[in-house]
């Protein structure tokens, strides 16, 4: 997890919590009583019912906010946690970084009394929906083509599992991969691209021709014509599933 003792270095700047986002991933933990957090960064979309967060970058565990659940250093390959150590577990856009997907999942099963709350993406709709990618930056589809999971072996795992759309305000106050879909320009900010994955690990070089075209597109006011349709939405559906699986 390297990858994020840089990465991470801009979460607490570029990615706060969006409170309707918030509320669908606490609606999907139901009663629980106690909530684990694996894959924690920052501690983004922690209920206050969080007893424990697990991260495998001290970088990330130093911005937890004061007053946050205790965390420890840790991947979800291999928790160090009894069995049945809390009502629910939760892994937010996280699963796609893990080294050993089946073994990340076991123990999020093991350690789960009654359910697990996983926030993925279906990557084949990310391409599709997502207009950066698909028009601007196919070379991050591509890069992410090798690590999303596809949502069919995910639930497979988890033993069954329902899905729930996860629409993306345009508005919305976390920063992730597409949470700027109605506002280009925001594409153009290194330290917006630096606090996303996989703009990060696909390489400013690699991105350059796809952002000067944009930037292009932008001050011509053609992304705004061919883009027109989307600038009359609040919200929009690019492939963000949110998976709930008891236990």
Known sequence: MAIYD???????RTRQPDPRIAAQVHA???????VINVGAGTG?????????AVEPSQIMIDQRPRGSAPAVCAVAEHLPLRDDAADAVMALLTVHHWTDLAAGIAELRRVARR????LTWDQEIFRERF???REY?????????SRAVPIDRLAALLGGAEQEPVHVPHDCTDGFG???WRRPHAYLDPQVRAGISMFAQTGEDALAP????????LATGHWHRRQSDLLALDTIDVGYRLLVADV
Request: no cysteine.
């Open 210 to 217: 796809g952002l000067a075209a944009l930037t292009d597109d």
């Open 178 to 180: 597409a949470a700027y």
């Open 6 to 12: 840089t990465l991470g270095a801009t979460y607490g």
């Open 28 to 34: 999907a933990l139901g009663d629980a009583a106690t």
């Open 44 to 52: 983004s979309y922690e209920p206050r019912q969080t007893v424990l």
């Open 131 to 133: 207009w950066l990618v």
């Open 137 to 145: 930056l196919p070379q991050a589809a591509a890069f992410d083509d």
């Open 115 to 118: 359910r697990i709350v996983i």
